[in-house]
């Protein structure tokens, strides 16, 4: 059975159509990429399982339709999003970002095993513990969101652009950590415009153009294709 499932999805900002019905299958333990250009509808489709943006179609998740779902009701059912931008408060330490992604845990015990097992990915955030998000890098900055998501202990992982701004070396951490989350068991949908690092490390692969998915396949077969290789990593 799929853990995350989209049928048809479209959707809507005011009159401006960004999505037009497009289907997504994640399957349990996978990494599946979406990949597309600027404005394609990529962000839309993390938003639209987010419950932050009207849609319409259906979103099925561990088989329940999450469609009509508050956003805090599709975050506590499991479905963790770190959006674009890393949106970390710069203000709070490293150590109440990630106690407040933990908000809703009440076990204090609970809380402080998964900061610890946060480290063991993030050793970098154990050194600045208790420095401020907003002084931090912008590579430390991306792991402290991954990490605060992390903190509700998801079934899924949605990221988007986790790659953007950072440098090659960073780039590279980052989707390292991301493959040893996924090997840990971790399921994730990642959103990338660094489609050759994305390709790289995932399953499976979409493309989406102006709101609808062109092509679908293994990651390596996208990969290796000439379309793919024309119009996203040339
Ligand atoms: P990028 O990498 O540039 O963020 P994307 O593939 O994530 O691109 P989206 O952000 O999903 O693209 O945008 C899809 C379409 O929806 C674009 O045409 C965009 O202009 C439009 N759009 C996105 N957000 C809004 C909004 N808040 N109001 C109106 N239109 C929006």
Redesign the pocket.
Known sequence: MSLLQLNKVEAF??G?Q?LRGIDITVHQGEIVTLI??????????L?SICGQVQTKGEILFEGKNITSWQPHQIAMAGIAHVP?GRRIFPRLTVKENLEMGAFSVKDKKQVKQRIEQAFVYFPRLKERYHQAGGTMSGGEQQMLAIARALMMNPDILLL??PSMGLAPVLVDQIFDIIQELNAAGMTILL?E?NAYHALKIAHRGYV?QT?EIVMQDYADVLLSSNEVQEAYLA
């Open positions: 900002y005011g401006i960004a597309g250009s600027n404005g394609a509808g990529k962000s839309t489709t938003k674009e988007d652009e959103v415009q989406i709101g």
